[in-house]
């Protein structure tokens, strides 16, 4: 019966369009299932324009539609409506990994084409979804539309008021790695996506895109008068997006919700990408690793060769040694490879990807792991010159894929519009690191990698949106402030909100490689650190495996500074990383997130709690789990004295008995975080002295 309304509804729908055709006002509206969200094209005296609303409050007021092109008409005014269509669509999707096994698609669409006098079109298409609304541009192939330059796309979001903001610079230095500001939206200036924003007490507002692909980055410019403009970052010619024939802009999303929780439910942006390409994905696994990375940042080790060189042989013995007896399945090692030496940053040219230090004997490093069923997790850093590295991308996963490297951690450490790129006449020009050109790099990483069944996990590189449905071995990204700034002195540090933004922004986007498990809060194994800190508790470290989630997830610290926490260390080693469901049960942007997660495959859950720099206490119904059993309740917490910046090492690790019935108290303490693990009583194993097994 339902179908059967949706059908007669876009019937109607599509007879009343038809009635718009071939004039230059038009009026067509796109409601989401739900009734809640609608999308509103207006075409007035020419001139496209949308407006969008939640439970009948405008949010998003007229804005501009449109697109210039080099050498033609701006395709922003004296359009007609030549042809409307519309579609729903409810169907349910799985993914092979992800915060969730199933996903379902439920949207209402509408396509609109516009056509000018000259006959040149433009197709624009809208969705709305329960969890936002979203549309995108399509040039069709055309007479006289072969090479086609954008030199600039119109499109606007003008916003209802002047809302609280929560964003990072763009088209600044250092990509996406800033600490995020909270501001009025007019104290912005160019800010990167997702922006989330509050706009009133139940209205939740995240301006993001989602497919991109062969496309530039989106920004978003403040204009002034509430007014945010798309700004794509430029090739170095100054064109924005070049084609030929066919081009489509990515999906300009708005994300919508009562709650910040129920912005991190929104599944919109998978939903707006296409299908899996790959067709067997059986290779593709989600885990945990280790590495030779955390000793660089904390100055015990060098990327460089010489004394205190990292990556050795014998020192990533060590490290496979201890990830075979816990049961992490990689080994990441960064500074393996000829290159590193002197500034590195300046001279990306001289990387080799298949040519190791002496000092690492990567043949023997990959037999001594594949005995031990653990794999080396391989590492390509560019320092931005792409072109180099791209002429050494076939020979390096082949490579990887004869020794049995299964993932690849990339990167492209370098600064503002810095990305080196040879043209086709040999002359070297800069790119920005969000622009055509390295959309286009990213993707032929991911597609070349899918070839050699390898997962790939990238840093400093494109912003997630939602390409992991389509390309699932692209595993996930960093693009933020992640983990390694804690390790670095001074003011560089992450605060202690800034997990608690991260799932309110970044994390809208997909899985970031934030790389949490620091037990040293102190930093005491690294070189010159007195009086330096992690900006967390031991347990929030704990809470951060299920808070931010990547389905590659690594133990950043040492292995010696686990063993000296094994209790601690035990929920490091229990979390999974793939997950039949996820709830958003509870935040507040910047002050605290508290979410639960299903293991994949198993009747476990997980429940991760996150503060800021304040202590709270949370009232936590256990009613996600299954009504009628027992669960074992597995909790890391915060010590009753634990502080980030106290006494920041005080924990507990203690258990209860819980069921859905259950209201939890969950304790956080300045900067702390709670960690559970719930286990139904009759899987958990109890030792002859009464003890439960973890």
């Known amino acids: 019966m339902k179908s059967r309304s949706l059908l007669l509804l876009a019937l109607l729908a599509s007879a009343s369009l038809a009635m718009a055709k071939e004039s230059a006002t038009a009026q067509l509206t796109v409601t989401s299932p739900d009734g809640k969200n609608a ?20 949010l998003i007021t007229p804005s501009r539609l449109g697109l210039e092109l080099k050498g033609h008409k701006p395709l922003t005014d004296g359009f007609v409506v030549a042809k409307t269509e519309t579609n729903s669509t409810d169907s349910v999707w799985e993914q092979p990994w992800g915060e969730a096994r199933e996903v379902r698609d439920h949207h209402n669409e509408l396509h609109v084409t516009l056509q000018q006098p000259d006959g040149l079109k433009l197709l624009v298409t809208f969705r709305a979804y329960d969890d936002g609304v979203a549309f995108r541009y399509e040039l069709p192939e055309q007479d006289g539309l072969d090479d086609v ?37 007019s104290e912005t200036e160019v800010v990167h996506t997702p922006l989330t924003m509050q706009a009133g007490p139940q209205a939740f507002v995240s301006l993001h895109e989602a497919a991109l692909i062969d496309y530039s980055s989106m920004a978003l410019r403040n204009e002034g008068d509430q007014k945010l403009k798309a700004d794509l970052f430029p090739w170095s010619d100054g064109v924005l997006v070049k084609g030929k024939g066919s081009i489509r802009s990515p ?58 060189h990292g990556a050795t042989t014998d020192n990533v013995k060590r490290y496979i040694d201890f990830a075979a007896k816990n049961g992490f399945k990689g080994v990441l090692v960064e500074g393996w490879n000829v290159g590193w030496d002197g500034d590195w940053i300046q001279n990306g040219d001289k990387f080799s990807f298949t040519e190791p230090y002496p000092d690492f004997d990567i043949e023997e490093l990959a ?37 049995g490297v299964k993932a690849v951690k990339t990167g492209y450490v370098m600064f503002g519009q810095g990305i080196r790129r040879i043209d086709e006449n040999g002359v070297e020009q800069k790119e920005w690191s969000h622009g055509q050109f390295m959309v286009r790099h990213h993707q032929k ?75 040293d809060i102190t930093l005491s194994t690294g070189v010159d650190r007195q009086n330096d800190r992690i900006p967390s508790t031991l347990a ?135 960690a559970i693990r719930f286990k139904p009583l009759d899987t958990v194993r109890v030792s002859a002295d009464g003890t439960t097994a973890k």
């Open 39 to 58: 999308i509103e094209f207006s075409l007035e005296a020419g001139a496209p324009t949308y407006t969008v609303s939640r439970n009948g409050e405008t």
């Open 445 to 519: 990483v991911i597609e070349s990698a899918a070839k050699h069944r390898i997962m790939v996990v990238a840093h400093e590189g494109i912003k997630d949106t939602g390409l992991r449905r389509t390309w699932p071995n692209a595993m996930s990204r960093e693009c933020a402030r992640g983990q390694e700034y804690n390790a670095w002195s001074g003011d560089s540090r992450n605060p202690p909100e800034h997990e608690s933004i991260l799932a309110y922004t970044r994390m809208l986007s997909g899985p970031m490689d934030y790389t949490p498990g620091v037990f």
């Open 540 to 674: 929030k470290q704990l809470a951060l495996y299920v808070v931010l989630y990547a389905p590659l997830q690594m133990a950043c610290d040492f292995p010696e500074v686990y063993e000296q926490h094994p209790d601690a260390f035990q929920f490091i080693c229990d979390v999974p990383t793939d997950w039949e469901k996820t709830l958003a049960l509870d935040g507040m942007i910047g002050d605290y997130v508290v979410t639960a997660r299903k293991e994949r495959g198993a009747d476990n859950w997980c429940l991760g709690a996150i503060s800021d720099e304040e202590p709270r206490t949370l009232e936590v119904p256990l009613s996600f789990l299954d009504t009628g059993v027992a669960y074992e309740a597995q909790v890391y917490r915060d010590a009753d004295d634990a502080d980030w910046l106290k006494n920041p090492t005080a924990y507990v690790v203690e258990s209860l008995k819980v069921s859905a019935d259950t209201i939890l108290s969950v304790r956080l303490a300045p900067g702390g975080g709670q």
């Open 251 to 308: 999906w300009r999303t708005i994300q919508l919700a009562d709650t910040p929780s129920g912005l991190a439910a929104s599944t919109m942006l998978l939903n707006l990408n296409e299908p899996s390409k790959i067709a067997e994905t059986s290779w593709i696994t989600p885990g945990k690793y280790v590495g030779v990375w955390w000793e660089m940042h904390v100055n015990r080790a060098t990327w460089g060769s010489g004394d205190r």
């Open 149 to 185: 330059a954008i030199t600039n796309e119109v499109t606007e979001f003008v916003l209802a008021g002047d809302w609280p903001a929560w964003w990072i610079p763009a088209f600044a230095d250092n990509r996406y790695e800033y600490v995020y500001s909270h501001t009025p939206v």
């Open 367 to 403: 037999r001594y792991a594949a005995d031990r069923d653990v794999s080396l997790v391989g590492h390509h850093e560019t320092a931005g010159a792409v072109s180099h590295y791209e002429a050494q991308l076939e020979d390096a996963f082949d490579l990887y894929e004869r020794l």
